[in-house]
């Protein structure tokens, strides 16, 4: 496992690719702290969850939409919801003015 520091990023994400494609893990560091961890994708990661978790925080994220992101998970609209309710991911995001405005047109 290597570990690269924003700087190496930027003057050789050539080694970061190569790690990845050779299986390794690599950790990124800002001011010697740990940022995030360089993941090779591999058909062991997708059989344990990325597309589903992918999906959630791009859902989260307001990145896509309900529909989108059940086809990201390859699941159905219905699986999707329970996924999102199993992550306590909302999938209601509405203004609270949009709200009261919803509201009131129904009052």
């Known amino acids: 496992m290597d570990v690269f520091n924003v700087r190496d990023l930027r003057e050789r994400p050539g080694a970061l690719i190569r790690d990845a494609e050779q299986g390794h893990l690599s950790i990124v560091t800002k001011r010697g702290h740990p ?11 997708v059989q344990l969850g990325l597309y589903k978790s992918l ?6 994220e307001k990145h896509v939409t309900l529909r989108q992101a059940a086809k990201i998970a390859h699941v159905s609209l219905e699986e999707m919801l329970s996924l999102t309710s199993d992550a306590g ?3 209601v995001d509405y203004d609270p003015k949009e709200l009261d405005a919803e509201l009131s047109i129904e009052s």
Do not use: Q, W, Y
């Open 35 to 45: 940022v995030f961890i360089a993941v090779p994708f591999t058909e062991e990661l």
């Open 55 to 60: 999906a959630l925080r791009m859902l989260e």
């Open 89 to 91: 991911v909302s999938i």
